[in-house]
């Protein structure tokens, strides 16, 4: 008896809070009135919204009252009120899920109430019959288990109001994927941009400027050629190693926009080349990469600033005195794990280079997972979606 007590107790309580819910689903009746005259006069209309979104989220606690009660959650397919009024608006009133969860408001304002009501009338015959059925014949209770199937039919009607459609979760997905891919390319745009400024500072700050050097020395070399050959001979020697010095800034521009390495040796020599130059004992480990198949030039790129961004943060932050590169090919992806165990507490807004790995990778539609706790170890995972 008491375990059946128990069990009918805590089916009482979602159906409780389910009447709860359809109460205050009363009240918004009232602001969806009022928002759909304020639309019609027009004057209001940027209510409609906002009230949407109101809706959206009264929907939302049923969504985690069923996830709760059932361990199975109850997807969301919404359109994104982004953009100007008009547009959200319209995204608004077209939204299919906007139309499923008024079905469902108006719905479970009569059934929430009505189950919690009839549950209450079940509690008073079922403590009466159960009480001598179970408790003194000790036979199975017969009417308090139906306050259990009262709320399982509650969550059955909830979930099938609130279930969006295949192709209306195909819709979200497909809306959600245009939102992601939108903040996606405004990041790469950013980092675009930044590559270009840091390109052109690095040229004409370097390059550039020994090329001018080297111009001037030969024009003075050429004039004082007929009367003064040594000084002529001492200006050439200059202007020869302002050419080797501007070269080797051009290569070091070159090599920040794309590694000869990487072309040279592929992207296992190039990390091992990084390894070998780190501050660090780097250890490279990889998997189906050497002599198989290349991963695309942009791809094996942005591998290899990835990890050569982490070990140059690991041996400036972590204090470890050794790192670990995995590298592996997936099916239809590339996979980095750099690790160090040092004292962890990576933050990405301390400008530690992560947040521009993340810009990076998101470009390629790739992902970045940085797990650092306090103490360490610190390790930075990567997947480059590619096709071999």
Request: net charge neutral; aromatic share 6%; with cysteine.
């Amino acid at each position: 008896m008491r375990e059946t007590v128990e069990r009918a107790g805590t089916a009482t309580r979602l159906l409780m809070v389910s009447a709860l819910l359809a109460i205050t689903s009363y009240l918004f009746l009232a602001v969806l009135l009022f928002t759909a005259v304020a639309t019609i006069i027009v004057i209001g209309a940027g209510a409609l919204p906002e009230t949407v979104l109101l809706l959206r989220r009264i929907a939302g606690v049923k969504r985690r009252q069923i996830a709760d009660a059932t361990g199975v959650p109850v997807p969301e397919a919404y359109a994104p009120l982004t953009g100007g009024l008009q547009e959200r608006i319209r995204t608004a009133l077209r939204d299919p899920g906007t139309y499923r969860d008024l079905r469902w408001l108006f719905a479970h304002f009569l059934y929430g109430l009505f189950l919690a009501y009839f549950s209450l009338v079940v509690w008073s015959v079922g403590l009466f019959v159960d009480g001598v059925w179970c408790g003194l014949l000790r036979r199975r209770a017969v009417v308090l288990p139906l306050v259990g199937r009262l709320a399982d039919l509650s969550v059955f009607w909830s979930r099938t109001l609130l279930e969006p459609s295949p192709e209306a979760r195909r819709s979200a997905d497909l809306a959600a994927r245009v939102a992601e891919l939108t903040v996606t390319r405004e990041g790469a745009v950013a980092a675009h941009g930044a590559e270009l400024r840091r390109i052109e500072r690095d040229l004409h700050d370097g390059t550039q400027a020994r090329l001018v050097a080297l111009s001037m020395r030969v024009g003075l070399a050429r004039r004082a050629y007929d009367t003064n050959p040594d000084m002529a001979r001492k200006l050439l020697d200059d202007a020869q190693d302002q050419a080797e010095e501007a070269l080797t800034e051009l290569r070091h521009v070159v090599r920040g926009i794309h590694p000869p390495i990487l072309t040279d040796r592929g992207l296992v020599g190039a990390v091992r080349a990084l390894a070998a130059g780190s501050a660090l004992d780097v250890e490279v480990a990889e998997s189906g990469l050497e002599g198989g198949a290349r991963a695309p030039a942009g791809v094996e790129a942005a591998a290899y600033f990835v990890v050569a961004e982490a070990l140059t943060n690991a041996a400036k932050h972590s204090g470890s005195p050794r790192a670990r590169v995995e590298l592996a090919r997936l099916d239809r992806a590339l996979s980095i794990t750099v690790r160090d165990e040092g004292r962890g507490g990576a933050d990405e807004s301390a400008g530690s280079g992560l947040l521009g790995m993340r810009r990076r990778i998101a470009a390629f539609d790739g992902t970045v997972d940085v797990t650092s706790p306090d103490g360490g170890p610190t390790v930075i995972e990567v997947e480059l979606p590619c096709v071999w």
